[in-house]
């Protein structure tokens, strides 16, 4: 029986076409509705496809038996990859196995010659490869509870953040501390618009060790963005982009809404935050703030 636009609703789709799907479609009644198609893009295929396969592995995984499942899963993966390694030796190996039983690895801690804090691994609230959203709801965790432990494990980290004001600071002061002893970096990019960044704040950020750059622009709201990137060596970077500015109120409860990123997720929006905040820091809108040479320009500003 001929079906309608109704057996799939009528609208946008980025959907692969699959032999269930195509005799869907063949069976739409063509007085009713059309569906537009198009081969897969080269450059999107493989992505394309591989979403597909994770779909169905994912459900497949799920569904076996919940006796000695892990195993079990693990055993049935190692089974895809060495279809894959016989058609494709040159993609994929034997060192591509899983090894069983399965497990993961959490962290590699050195044990001498380096600072205590460099011992202290505190893993994030969410997740390394895992998003979220964080809108400092009851019950959840507020965003400056997720910053705090993010910190100790990140290698460096950049801010972006049109207000930087010192009650906001205050709440990763300890972190932030720490990161900076332990010789690691901070880049920070913030602004003089409306007056709301505090030169306390930013004076004790130089203090620690974090590099400052402002912009003095006051006629326009060129940066009105608020970001963060903690970079990890381990290829586990991670970053938060949203409404908070590095306020008391926006990182506790606030009504704001931040989204956290990860590099195993997403690496793609990492690689371009980098970039981007590269080019700002390149800029000479962006200044190098020292506070016996700036305060005052700044307070004026």
């Not at 190996?93 to 959490?106: F, K, M, R, S, Y």
């Not at 608020?226 to 586990?236: I, S, V």
């Not at 926006?250 to 371009?272: C, F, M, T, Y």
């Not at 905040?277 to 040479?293: G, I, K, L, Q, V």
């Amino acid at each position: 029986m001929p079906r309608d636009a109704r057996d799939l609703p009528s609208g946008l789709y980025e959907r692969l076409i699959t032999a269930s799907l195509k005799a869907r479609l063949l069976q739409f009644d063509p007085s009713r509705s059309v569906a537009r198609t198009e081969g897969l893009d080269p450059a999107e295929a493989p992505a394309t496809l591989a979403r597909h396969i994770e779909e169905i592995v994912a459900r497949s995984l799920k569904d076996l038996p919940a006796e000695d499942r892990p195993t079990t899963q693990a055993q049935l993966v190692n089974q895809l990859l060495q279809l894959l390694s016989t058609t494709h030796p040159a993609s994929t190996d034997a060192g591509d196995l899983v090894a069983l039983p399965p497990e993961q690895l959490l962290s590699i801690q050195p044990i001498t010659g380096f600072p205590a804090t460099d011992r202290e691994l505190v893993a994030p609230l969410v997740p390394l490869s895992a998003s979220d959203l964080l809108v400092n709801a009851r019950g959840e965790p507020a965003l400056a509870h997720a910053l705090a432990r993010e910190i100790p494990s990140a290698n460096s980290i950049d801010l972006l953040c049109a207000f930087v004001r010192w009650h906001g600071l205050r709440l990763l002061e300890k972190q932030l501390q720490a990161h900076c002893a332990a010789g690691r970096k901070v880049r920070v990019i913030t602004t003089v618009f409306t007056g709301s960044t505090e030169r306390k704040a930013i004076d004790w950020l130089v203090k620690i060790g974090a590099e400052v750059k402002v912009s003095y622009d006051t006629q326009s709201t060129r940066l009105h963005a608020k970001a963060w990137m903690f970079r990890r060596d381990t290829g586990y970077s991670t970053a938060y982009i949203g409404s908070s500015n590095l306020s008391k109120a926006a990182l506790v409860d606030g009504v704001e809404w931040n989204v956290r990123l990860s590099q195993v997720g997403s690496p793609d929006i990492l690689e371009k935050f980098d970039a981007t905040f590269n080019t700002y820091w390149e800029s000479p809108e962006y200044e190098a703030y020292d506070p016996e040479r700036d305060g005052g320009r700044f307070l004026a500003a």
